[in-house]
Nanobody
Framework: QVQLVESGGGLVQPGGSLRLSCAAS????????MSWYRQAPGKERELVAG????????NYADSVKGRFTISRDNVKNTVYLQMNSLKPEDTAVYYC????????????WGQGTQVTVSS
């Protein structure tokens, strides 16, 4: 049974930090590109950051570059998102995503964790 379980969300003041974790099980973690997406109320889900299967390549949305860092541990089957200098506009539900580029592509989603940045 495939599971992606996010944790680490919560309420934080502007300028603060949070570290999200996503624990994966039920599939071969190191075969998959891992990403974090977010969705704010009334907005579409957007890509925040992604990391290749062995962590050699990362990519970030322009809005989070220099503030967020994605990383992964293929022994613990976990992907992380370190979020620093948080802004109110970072408020959203954050989702973990696993994707394998096959035909057809295989994608899994976590249930999401709420991040609220407010004073």
């Amino acid at each position: 049974q495939v599971q992606l379980v996010e944790s680490g969300g919560g309420l934080v003041q502007p300028g603060g930090s949070l570290r999200l974790s996503c624990a994966a099980s039920g599939f071969t973690f190191s075969y998959y590109t891992m990403s974090w997406y977010r969705q704010a109320p009334g907005k579409e889900r957007e890509l925040v950051a992604g990391i290749s299967s062995f962590g050699s390549s990362t990519n970030y949305a322009d809005s989070v570059k220099g503030r967020f860092t994605i990383s992964r541990d293929n022994v613990k089957n976990t992907v992380y998102l370190q979020m620093n200098s948080l802004k109110p506009e970072d408020t959203a539900v954050y989702y973990c995503n696993a994707e394998r580029v096959t035909l057809p592509p295989v994608r899994y989603w976590g249930q999401g964790t709420q991040v609220t940045v407010s004073s």
